[in-house]
């Protein structure tokens, strides 16, 4: 079984939130005096399985609540529940579970950033019927609706940064403003084409802090003496171009680095490319299909800092944060929970319940993964087995009695491989 150190921190920590809901449901108005019917951590333990189960509806809530709690509610009286002060309670609750820290003691130190924060955003689709409060990109044809999750966390200790809930419309350039005065000095942030700017990065700049991102398709860059991109990628013999750039039409200064792609990736670039221009009747963009054949990464990190290989290493982890995601998404039931027609404050409710159980998870994989340096744990098995657990629960304060065999949330090591985070910490030195 676990070390008593994981036991020890996850029932110090789950204590901690549940210990505070009943005075943030008092701040909040969601309860007004005790109710052996209602109770605000029996209101959040129904809301996560609902999320898990798919059992949302009210009449699913109130059942469920009356299974924890002492007398029943009923479905009317649970839809009376669901307000404005019930969103702002949900609210409250997830900002103080992120804000907590699990694990006291660093999972590394680190030569050559601080933090390394992943930041990226994924979306729930609503019904169609939901537009008009969660209106999302239409077709072209009819109206769609969703909501979009904006999450960020540190790789190297896993504490979470920052959340939000958004409109699905909301663009990720816009989302991205949020994170930045959460940054500092010597943090390294690392985000997807969706959020890039330039006036984010100077920001992040201005803070002492470190940026590092692709380059989009429609942003030029040249080098001091004005020569273009392209002309250095068609002149290019080696595998690698690199220079000090100015970026885009405001010239942004940047350090540039193209590596080239191998073969099969830049034709299937191309072919991909060529086949959605012929669908619409176009000829592909001769510039397109040169970039194609490169990996293109700006960033405010200099060369004596990180090498190239470093730096495309660096961002290859990136891609850990959509795994965090998937993991989220798989164990739960997003597509029940959601597939109804209801107001606003009830979708948000179960919004932020999801989120908040995003966040749990993410803590005890955290800490599970602190407590057992020397095994590869998969967030995706941590995940399920965690929302197994929170499903199991006949009472809603034995948060805390989680205790999974590390057998079981293990991946299978390959010899001679490292893991995504291992390879990061190698990375940083």
Partial sequence: MLQSSFSAKVAAATDSLFSCLDAIAKGTGLIQRLSRRFSAGGFVSVLMKATISGKASFNDLAAALGKIEERKLSFQAMAKRVDTSAVAFMLQAVAAAASSRWNDEDLIQTGNFNRVILEDSSQIALPAANHDDFPAHGNGISKTAGCKFDFAFDLVRGDVIHHDLH?????????????????????????DMGYFSLGEFALIAARGAFWLSRLPLNVTATDAAGTPLEKFLRKAKGEVVEFEARVGREGYEARLVAVRADPKTAAKRRRERR??????????????????GWHLMITNIAAVRMGVAGLF??????????????????????????ARRSNACHLQVLMLASMLRLILTQKVASLLRACHPDRWLSIEKIA??????????????????????????????????????????????
């Fill in 167 to 191: 409109l699905a419309t909301t663009q990720d350039r816009e989302i991205g403003k949020d994170l930045v005065d959460k940054l500092r000095a010597n943090d390294l942030l690392i985000r």
């Fill in 384 to 429: 399920v087995d965690y929302a197994a657990h929170l499903m199991g629960l006949k009472r809603h304060d034995r948060f805390d009695d989680y205790e999974p065999d590390p057998r079981h949330i293990e991946i299978n090591r390959r010899k001679g491989r490292k893991s995504l985070v291992e390879s990061t910490f190698s990375i940083l030195g």
């Fill in 313 to 338: 290493k660096l961002y290859g982890v990136r891609w850990q944060i959509e795994i965090v995601f998937r993991a989220w998404k798989q164990s739960a039931n997003h597509s029940e929970a959601f």
């Fill in 275 to 292: 086949a959605e221009a012929a669908k619409h009747g176009k000829t592909p963009d001769k510039t397109a299909l040169l970039r194609d």
